[in-house]
């Protein structure tokens, strides 16, 4: 099955503080996204990404997110002030053609 | 109504059981639909896809009705690994739009 990768696998940072999540997408998956899930609840969406821009984002994803591939290659997620309900497991997913979606391990975010 | 909707359990089953999951979806116009299976504190993995002709992957069965706006899965024989939360996860549209995730159901089979 192919592999989506994402570093680090924990993150602890005090409120208030810039995070930036990584993940490594499968090769010739186009389409990215970012999920999470705070401990205990479903997963939700938080944005899509296509084609170097953002094609929908959720609620949640609010100015102090954002999504980049710095590289054409790395998706990243960025949390530019972290706030206590912040802390989840993030996910990014990754597809190609088809609808499944991939996920990777995830990184687990603690904000104290 | 919650977009994807599950019964959270949990169902403890024997080793050899068959138990089955059901999921109601709020839209009508959804597209894809799917069973991702979740382990504790780990990522939702692919199950299976699920078709309106029903499909069938080993020992479990998905079906999906379209008029009722439900999908099931069936897991045969039971086995201790089956263990873990099965969300069901509908695709409400296609092109680049997100999964929607049920809470999901878990399952617990016992020796």
């Known amino acids: 099955e192919p592999e989506v990768t994402q570093t680090p696998s924990h993150q602890v940072t005090q409120m208030g503080q810039e995070v930036i999540l990584r993940c490594v997408p499968i090769?010739?998956?186009?389409?990215f996204y970012w999920y999470r899930q705070i401990l205990g609840q479903k997963v939700e969406f938080l944005v899509s990404f296509y084609n170097n821009e953002i094609s929908e984002k959720s609620e949640i994803f609010d100015d102090q997110f954002s999504v980049e591939r710095p590289d054409g290659s790395n998706f990243t997620l960025k949390i530019r002030s972290t706030k206590l309900e912040d802390s989840a497991m993030y996910f990014c997913?990754?597809?190609?053609?088809?609808?499944?979606?991939?996920f990777g391990p995830g990184t687990r975010l603690l904000v104290l | 109504r919650k977009e994807v909707e599950q019964d959270p359990g949990p169902f403890n089953v024997p080793e050899g059981a068959t138990v089955a999951f059901n999921c109601t979806y709020s839209n009508s116009a959804s597209q894809s639909f799917f069973w991702y299976r979740q382990d504790c504190r780990k990522e939702p993995k692919l199950l299976m896809s699920v078709y309106s002709s029903g499909n069938e992957d080993g020992r479990f069965t998905a079906q999906l009705n379209r008029a009722s706006q439900y999908i099931s899965l069936l897991i045969r024989d039971s086995k201790l690994s089956d263990s873990a939360t099965y969300l069901c996860?509908?695709?409400?549209?296609?092109?680049?739009?997100?999964?929607?995730f049920g809470s999901g159901t878990r399952l617990q089979v016992q020796p």
């Open positions: 997913a990754n597809r190609g053609d088809l609808e499944t979606q991939y």
């Open positions: 090769s010739n998956h186009l389409y």
């Open positions: 996860v509908v695709n409400m549209d296609t092109g680049r739009r997100a999964l929607t």
